[in-house]
């Protein structure tokens, strides 16, 4: 049986829960819109919700819970040493991916934090498919540089590569054989690669690159972040992965892997994070920090309730009608999109959808920051809120000239379970009408800017008064409409 729904007519993305809470929303007027985008410095971080209407911005920390997690949060074991709750997260852990040890850490850069660490020297090089934010700012604290070793794939925005986050097996070996197993302390494989689109990767490219780590004795740790949707991925384009189950397909990326790390904001949909390990001199290593850093062993900085809506969240994520919703979400928005002539990064990945602003602004140059132009315009357009995920995102070169990000895209996350389809299609209208006026948009340019990080809180400007018009074009329209 494919557990797979098939219609006779149109097909749609068809849930499988029914909504039993709501939060209602603001759709605030088109004014109100712009003077917010101008108070948050232009950065969709720094709006506040009152003024959103479809907040795209992650996935992280707002999938919405299913009722039994809710539930289980009250009956979490409150105490600062040996919780029970505790007890039943590393069970469960244990259960579905077998891996001998666990260390609980407050969210998922907390868990880098710890594993650059304790593995990461000065000159040290970490091979990865591809860098994450704040993984590579974890790395390069700690003396160490990453090595983003994909194939060219990975960057073609437009594609049909059903697995753009593979590793290459023949450019490990290279990195390998150039700067000695010593400089390397681990290779990391990302699931879902966030920053390409969420982008999967393949069970058999995980276990070709073990069999070279294990050859080599390096470990492969795995950030598992986004591994709800590489294990969709797995399923339902991987044909020899097409008749196991979820379950059964988690517990074979764990026997490939010997660490797994991950954000419980994405996996589990709470928030939290953890470590898995197989072996004990990692484990030994790591333990000792996790008091100092996070908290005691036993909640690691996660409040107690977290946890248990964790460790339930885990167990529902091994569910193919749940991990489901997520993709076929998005599957259907990249497609819309997509028949409309709009850029979109394809195929369809996890995460979100992503717009290639690079190619929706081609008069907007990245040094103006070319994605974060087009996440001020969808807001005054929509009110919806995504992040950008480009130039922005990167750290300025030694001379102090902008990295232009090799993909410049505009990310808008699904947070699953949260959206209706009638949501997604004012989404699409919005993004539509947008694409047909994109030449009103111009460029931004920084006028506070933070050394590191700098997409989080850093404040932009227009370069023109752009957005009066775009706003001015809106009212002539739509009318009077929100
Ligand atoms: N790794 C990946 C692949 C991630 O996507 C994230 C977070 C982290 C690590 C860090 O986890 O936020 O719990 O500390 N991604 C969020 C996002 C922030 O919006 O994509 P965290």
Redesign the pocket.
């Known amino acids: 049986m494919s557990e797979q729904i098939k219609f006779f007519g149109e097909s749609v993305p068809l849930e499988m829960h029914k909504v039993r809470i709501i939060q209602k929303l603001n759709l605030v007027p088109i004014d109100q819109r712009v003077k917010a985008i101008t108070e948050a410095g232009n950065n969709t971080f720094l709006l506040t919700n009152d003024n959103i209407f479809m907040d795209m911005?992650?996935?992280?920390?707002v999938n919405a819970m299913s009722d039994i997690q809710q539930s289980s949060m009250m009956i979490a074991d409150d105490s600062y040493a040996g919780s029970a709750t505790y007890a039943r997260l590393e069970a469960k852990v244990k259960e579905i991916f077998g891996m001998e040890y666990f260390l609980p850490v407050h969210?998922?850069?907390?868990?880098?934090h710890i594993l650059a660490k304790a593995f990461v020297k000065k000159g040290d090089v970490v091979p990865m498919n591809y860098h994450?934010?704040?993984?590579k700012a974890h790395i390069g604290l700690c003396g160490g540089s990453v090595l983003e070793i994909h194939y060219p794939e990975a960057l073609e925005v437009d594609s049909t590569n059903p697995f753009k986050g593979n590793m290459s097996p023949e450019l490990l070996k290279d990195v390998i054989k150039k700067y000695g197993v010593k400089k390397v302390p681990y290779v990391r494989l990302?699931?879902?690669?966030?920053l390409i689109g969420g982008q999967p990767y393949s069970l058999a490219n995980q276990k070709e690159i073990y069999g070279i780590c294990k050859k080599h004795g390096i470990p492969l740790v795995l950030?598992t972040?986004?591994l709800a949707d590489n294990l969709y991925f797995i399923k339902v384009r991987e044909t020899a992965y097409k008749n196991k189950t979820i379950r059964q397909i988690a517990r074979e990326i764990a026997d490939n892997a010997d660490i797994m790390y991950f954000?419980?904001?994405?996996l589990g949909h709470a928030r939290g994070?953890g470590i898995c390990i197989k072996n004990y001199d990692h484990y030994r290593v790591m333990r000792d920090m996790i008091p100092l850093f996070e908290g005691f062993l036993t909640y690691g900085g996660m409040s107690v309730r977290e946890i248990e809506a964790i460790t339930v969240g885990l167990d529902e994520t091994m569910d193919l009608h749940m991990i489901n919703q997520g993709p076929q979400f998005i599957e259907y928005m990249v497609s819309e999109l997509k028949k409309k002539g709009i850029p979109v990064v394809t195929p369809a990945g996890g995460?979100g959808c992503h717009i290639d602003a690079k190619r929706f602004l081609d008069h907007v140059p990245q040094t103006e920051y070319t994605s974060g132009a087009l996440g001020a315009a969808l807001y005054i357009a929509g009110g919806i809120r995504g992040?950008e995920r480009g130039t922005m995102s990167e750290e300025r070169k030694a001379d102090g000239s902008d990295t232009l990000a090799a993909v410049e895209l505009l990310?808008l996350?699904m947070p699953r379970r949260v959206f209706t389809l009638s949501q997604i299609k004012y989404a699409i209208d919005r993004i539509t009408w947008l694409y047909a006026n994109r030449k009103l948009i111009g460029g931004l340019k920084f006028t506070d800017e933070p050394k590191l990080l700098r997409f989080f809180l850093g404040r932009l400007a227009p370069t023109s008064d752009w957005q009066q018009k775009l706003a001015a074009k809106f009212k002539s329209d739509f009318g009077d409409s929100l």
């Open positions: 911005l992650t996935d992280s920390g969210q998922g850069r907390a868990a880098e994450f934010t704040t993984t990302e699931a879902g690669t966030n950030d972040s986004l954000s419980a904001r994405k994070g995460l992040m990310r996350a």
